[in-house]
């Protein structure tokens, strides 16, 4: 496995050992993003592959199994003829590079693709872990959890990535326990010294840690920015992007600086959050020339997680939102014309 970074902690680029996989579609079924001219870009907290049952029991997922019930065709079914290889995956909550090569590795071998052809981008190498039980009345598959962080993948055939073109993490807002809201005047960024008290969750804030990339499509020279945003759970009751700062249009979202520069130079814009809060706005990010796609539910009866997107977005039978996704999150997605 290779890996480079730009800081410490911060960026990992790799590609690891292939890994046998079931096949979704035929490699031929799959043509690339150029070839058709569209963009097929999904969203998704995984879960670290592990799903958190009702009756405290805890289910493992294989990548494999994971990519089959969020992978769709144009009419939004999956496991069909239909569906064609993805060209970026925005996820939250795997454990580190490792996981998401994996994972990569394993998108790569459903469509018959060499190892490597799918390439993980991930805010933190290996994350220490936090957390106890992690609600799995199994301690095994809650240990599976135990380290989380997010990460952008994308497919290699269709999409071009330059030095210089990862920014750097950056830290979600959060309001700490305890601490007075006062329309945002007790928000903080969510990391050291403002982090969580007590050494069983000192390394949770790392598990909101974003990034972003700037992409080109090989094919066109079209420029493409994706982000992954995972934000605290006390973003559902208060709203935080930062020190005295509720966010952008009071939603707890934020874009690092690093970020918007690579954002400011692409034509498609595509960001994708566990937001942990409802009811943001499909114009929330409006001012970025973006909207929402999905009004579904994405998690239990909440919609807390989001997909924006600058570009033409083709019409979806199922509001842009995967009911099948095998993860405690529904996927979402948006196939987008250049």
Not at 41 to 56: F, K, M, S
Not at 73 to 79: E, I, S
Request: overall charge neutral; some cysteine.
């Amino acid at each position: 496995m290779s890996s480079h970074y730009r800081a410490p902690g911060a960026l990992a680029l790799a590609a690891a050992v292939a890994l046998t996989t079931t096949s979704i579609a035929p490699a031929h079924a799959a043509p690339t993003a150029a070839e058709d001219r569209v963009l097929r870009v999904y969203n998704n907290n995984i879960e670290n592959l592990v799903r958190n049952n009702a009756d405290g029991t805890c289910t493992r997922i294989s990548g494999p199994d994971h990519l089959a019930s969020m992978l769709v065709d144009d009419d939004g079914k999956t496991g069909t003829s239909g569906v064609q290889a993805p060209d970026l995956l925005i996820v939250q909550q795997v454990r580190g590079t490792g996981q998401a090569t994996a994972y990569a590795d394993q998108l790569s071998g459903v469509f018959g693709y060499p190892a490597g052809t799918y390439k993980a981008i991930v805010a933190w190498d290996d994350p220490e872990e936090w957390g106890s039980t992690h609600k799995c009345s199994q301690q095994s598959l809650g240990d599976l959890k135990k380290r989380q962080t997010n990460a952008i993948i994308y497919n290699t055939r269709t999409l071009g990535l330059a030095a210089g073109d990862i920014s750097k993490y950056w830290s979600a807002g959060w309001l700490k326990p305890g601490t007075s809201y006062a329309g945002g005047a007790g928000c903080t960024l969510y990391k050291p010294p403002d982090s969580d008290d007590g050494t069983t969750n000192q390394y949770k804030w790392k598990r909101t840690s974003a990034i972003a990339a700037r992409f080109t499509i090989k094919e066109t020279g079209t420029t493409v920015f994706a982000a992954t945003m995972h934000l605290p759970e006390q973003n559902g009751a208060n709203a935080c992007a930062g020190a005295g700062y509720t966010g952008i249009a009071n939603s707890g979202i934020h874009v690092g600086a690093d970020a918007t520069s690579l954002m400011n130079a692409s034509t498609i814009r595509v960001i994708g959050i566990d937001a942990n809060r409802t009811n943001i706005a499909a114009t929330t990010l409006g001012g970025f020339g973006m909207t929402g796609y999905g009004a579904k539910a994405t998690s239990g009866s909440r919609k807390i997680d989001y997909l924006f997107v600058k570009g033409t977005v083709r019409p979806s039978s199922v509001d842009h939102t995967v009911s099948s996704t095998k993860s405690n999150h529904l996927a979402l997605y948006g196939f987008i014309e250049f």
